[in-house]
T-cell receptor, first 117, second 111 residues
Framework: NAGVTQTPKFRVLKTGQSMTLLCAQD?????MYWYRQDPGMGLRLIHY???????AKGEVPDGYNVSRLKKQNFLLGLESAAPSQTSVYFC????????????????FGDGTRLSIL | RKEVEQDPGPFNVPEGATVAFNCTYS??????FFWYRQDCRKEPKLLMS???SGNEDGRFTAQLNRASQYISLLIRDSKLSDSATYLC????????????FGSGTRLQVQP
């Protein structure tokens, strides 16, 4: 089972360039998330989605945009990359099954290591 | 105050030792709890859910104390392969429907 797949796994950008990170899940999960992880900071939620066609801001949304046009895909865009966005980006998904929703864990992709020069 | 707080460590223990981590959470409306494990430069992976009555999975035991708002993880007979960062994770029922992650406690098991 593929689970959650992130592409690309590594990328180096120059300041001001744009790019899109792709997350795909094959578990039919309703909820999807984008996090960034920096040394000593833990996981910080950038944006999330509770269903196809819906997105919302997390803790650190500035400089990022997202789209969820299809249930299985969640895209994270950087319109004008800045060195402060150098980080490891993780996508995650989570199921929604009514009464047991609160017990559902999140499943993570392998991460995308992004460096902005 | 952070929603989920953990001692960052590192905890350096010899093989075979028993080690325990605690985690405190601030929101009394928290509903469910997990421990995740994260290896260096890898994605977090679910280690175990934490149930109110406490639960065990092999060498790992998790406990929840709702009154004091803390969660613990006990690892018995530590192995070298247990070396990792352990993330305490809490689900607070909000519109966000996202889990809240602690910053992690680093464990280093030494031969």
């Amino acid at each position: 089972n593929a689970g959650v797949t992130q592409t690309p796994k590594f990328r180096v950008l120059k300041t001001g360039q744009s790019m899109t990170l792709l997350c795909a899940q094959d578990m039919n999960h309703e909820y999807m998330y984008w996090y960034r992880q920096d040394p000593g900071m833990g996981l910080r939620l950038i944006h999330y989605s509770v269903g196809e066609g819906t997105t919302a801001k997390g803790e650190v949304p500035d400089g990022y945009n997202v789209s969820r046009l299809k249930k299985q895909n969640f895209l994270l865009g950087l319109e004008s990359a800045a060195p402060s966005q150098t980080s490891v980006y993780f996508c995650a998904s989570r199921g929604s099954t009514g009464r047991t929703e609160s017990n559902q864990p999140q499943h993570f992709g392998d991460g995308t290591r992004l460096s902005i020069l | 105050r952070k929603e989920v707080e953990q001692d960052p460590g590192p905890f350096n223990v010899p093989e075979g030792a028993t080690v325990a981590f605690n985690c405190t959470y601030s929101n009394s409306a928290s509903q469910s709890f997990f421990w995740y494990r994260q290896d260096c430069r890898k994605e977090p992976k679910l280690l175990m859910s934490v149930y109110s009555s406490g639960n065990e999975d092999g060498r790992f035991t998790a406990q929840l104390n709702r009154a004091s708002q803390y969660i613990s993880l006990l690892i018995r007979d530590s192995k070298l392969s247990d070396s990792a960062t352990y993330l305490c994770v809490v689900n607070v029922r909000t519109g966000r429907r996202a889990l809240t992650f602690g910053s992690g406690t680093r464990l280093q098991v030494q031969p």
